[in-house]
């Protein structure tokens, strides 16, 4: 039985940006604040360097109830004992991917088209991650942005919860779930901030602000 993600404030850790005080700290900060579910997201790392993150991310979320998924390295993501793992269109198929983590993991798959909404099997994925809302220079080789209307048909099509993503931060919380988004994923509105457990307390109270 798999653990269903938290979707509504995700954080997607950046090395880059987390580089003056880690990822690990980050991630602290995040969950001290209520977030819930967070990915590792290392491009440039070796899948050993991933699971020694993703370890050290395990160790630090004992007994937070939070969830760590590993973005695209099936491997790493099997290695560290990863709550779930999430693939691009352009990594492998989800199908691929279930068959590699077995039943129990979660997986997400990224959205970026009413298209791809459509054949995605929620016997085989969990949740969507849908964007990029807007452009954001956390991945630069991005699809072409939706929009908070393509946001919103997107969503709409999808037969699985989602989460959107893409050069969001507390303040668009209103519009994503007005979408019908479950909540909003993040990169630099936490990671790289002066204070990242504030700016995940501000994403936390956005997303309920938005629901009542």
């Known amino acids: ?9 995700y954080l997607v850790l950046d ?3 987390c580089a003056n005080v880690g990822m690990v700290e980050t991630a602290r900060a995040a969950m001290a604040s209520g977030i819930r579910t967070i990915q590792l997201r290392h491009k440039t790392a070796s ?11 395990r160790a630090a979320m004992e007994g937070t109830g939070a969830l760590l998924v590993v973005n695209d390295d099936v491997e790493a993501a099997v290695a560290c004992g990863a709550d779930g793992l ?3 269109q352009g990594d492998r198929p989800a199908h691929e991917a279930r068959a ?6 979660v997986l997400g798959l990224s959205v970026e088209t009413e ?36 946001l919103a048909r997107i969503v709409a099509l999808c037969p699985v919860p989602s989460v959107a993503i893409g050069g969001l931060t507390a303040a668009h919380a209103q519009g994503v779930i007005a979408a ?3 909540g909003l994923a ?10 990242p457990e504030a700016a995940a307390r501000d994403l936390v109270e956005a997303v309920k602000g938005a629901r009542t």
Not at 100 to 105: F, N
Not at 120 to 141: E, I, Q, S
């Open 86 to 88: 999430h693939v691009g």
């Open 47 to 57: 899948t050993s360097e991933r699971v020694k993150i993703g370890r050290a991310l």
């Open 1 to 9: 039985m798999r653990t269903p993600l938290d979707l509504s404030a």
């Open 186 to 195: 993040v990169v630099s509105a936490i990671c790289g901030q002066p204070d």
């Open 115 to 150: 298209a791809h909404a459509r054949a995605l099997d929620p016997k085989t994925v969990d949740y969507a991650g849908v964007g990029p809302v807007f452009g954001t220079p956390t991945k630069p080789d991005h699809a072409r942005p939706v929009g908070m209307d393509g």
């Open 180 to 182: 019908g988004a479950a």
């Open 100 to 105: 590699a983590i077995g039943p129990d993991m």
């Open 15 to 17: 090395p880059d940006l």
